[in-house]
Each structure stands twice: as C-alpha cells, then as structure tokens.
C-alpha cells in the first residue's frame, strides 16, 4: 500500500509542468535529461515550437512524457478544428486557445473522443488593468478572465489557464473537474521577470490550481533538478 505522503509526493510530480521557454532544441534537450525522474510534463511554446520543438513534442510524447502544447490557437473555426484534429495525432495532452467562444466550441468537437485536454488562455499573466484599456476591452483582467471561464465551461473545454491569483475565484465558476493551469509561478523570493501578475507554489495549490506551469525559475538555475525539487516540496507543502 502507498503511503499518504508518497501518494501526495506522486500526485504533486503530475502536476508540476515545466516550461521549456528555451532558445534551441539542444538546450530543451539537456533540460529534459537533467529534469528527467523529477519531471513528467513539459510546455512547448513558441520559442521551441519554432525551433524544431513540435517535432521534438512528439517524441517526449511518444517516450511516454506528457506534453502541454502552449500554441494559444485563434483562427476561424474550420482552421481551428483541422489544427486541433492535428495535434491529437501527436499525442499532446494539453493544448491552448485563446477563450472566444466560437473557436472552443470548434476545438471541442474536433477533439471529441481523445484525451486531448483543452485548455482556454483567459486573460495572459503579462497584463494588468492599463494593458486592458490599451487593448480595447471594457472589462478589467479579474472581470474578463471569470466572463472567459464561464465560457469556456459551456463550451466544453478541459480547463483554463489564468494567474493563481484568480485559480480560487475560477475554480469557484468551473467546479471540481476541470482543470485550473496557473503560470507566472515564482519561489518564494525570486525574480518576477516579466510577470505582472504572480504567486509562489505552495498558495497556487491552496488557491484550486490542478496544474502549476514553471519556467525560468527551473530552466534558468544553475542546478534544474535540485530547483525542481524544491518547487515540488514548496507544492507539496500546501
């Protein structure tokens, strides 16, 4: 029988996603050795998706690594589906768009039937209320990404990516199942970068985040595995 902690210690390992927001394939590559029996998932986006990553998706994919495919697609909806319907084939297990309606909608069924989980980008963790204004929308970030979330439920989708500071308030519109992805996840005392809108692991958890996605703080040590490591007991912490 698996003991309580080592359960928790196992479920925490499927929950941690490493982004790999690096420069080239070998880079990615090293990550991924470096991190491997620490880390399971990983986030291709498009630094490395433009680099030679979505082939590499597929063969973390097929090596039996679980892979977050950060593409945030908007596009009319046949382009979407026949995107969606793409990257199924891959063997990715969570991909993003950005949540307008009529796109999910599109997602959704072309992704009936497979494990694909779909995740709704609500509002990016970069912006704050002035980029909002500057942007065209009448909402306010907190206003905009529940609007999307409850969207995004009707819709059909898998979860939602929005800032852990919103997961508890989202979390409350979705209910138990679908999945709450939280970026803009810094230790606690580390730089914040370009993120505006930040949490440490350990409240990300508490806040009703499934998933917590980390990029530099892990990538970007001078030891990844030990960082790693220690994210993973700050989340294990809550």
């Known amino acids: 029988m698996m003991h309580a902690n080592t359960a928790e210690a196992h479920s925490m390992h499927e929950r941690l996603i490493v982004g790999l927001d690096l420069p080239t394939l070998k880079d990615a590559e090293r990550a991924v050795i470096e991190l491997e029996g620490t880390v399971s998932f990983y986030k291709i986006g498009y630094q490395l998706a433009f680099a030679g990553g979505l082939d ?20 009319i909806d046949n382009t ?5 319907e793409n990257i199924v084939k891959m063997g990715m297990t969570m991909l993003t768009l950005h949540a307008y309606p009529k796109p999910m909608r599109a997602a959704v069924e072309a992704a009936k039937g497979s494990d694909l989980c779909l995740l709704a980008v609500t509002v990016l963790t970069s912006m704050d209320e002035q980029d909002m204004i500057d942007a065209g929308y009448e909402y306010d970030p907190h206003t905009l990404v529940l609007r999307r979330s409850e969207q995004a439920l009707h819709a059909g989708m898998g979860g939602i990516v929005c800032s852990a500071g919103e997961a508890s308030a989202v979390r409350r519109i979705v209910g138990p199942d679908m999945a709450v992805v939280t970026p803009g996840i810094r230790p606690a005392g580390s730089d914040h970068g370009d993120q505006k809108r930040v949490m ?39």
């Open 80 to 84: 979407v589906a026949k995107g969606v």
């Open 200 to 238: 440490t692991p350990a409240d990300a958890i508490r806040s009703g985040a499934s998933h917590l996605v980390v990029g530099r703080p892990i990538v970007a040590a001078p030891d990844r595995r030990a960082a790693a490591e220690a994210i993973l007991a700050e989340m294990q912490s809550a």
């Open 56 to 75: 590499f998706a597929r063969e973390l994919a097929s090596g039996g690594a679980k892979v977050f495919l950060d593409m945030k697609l908007l596009d």
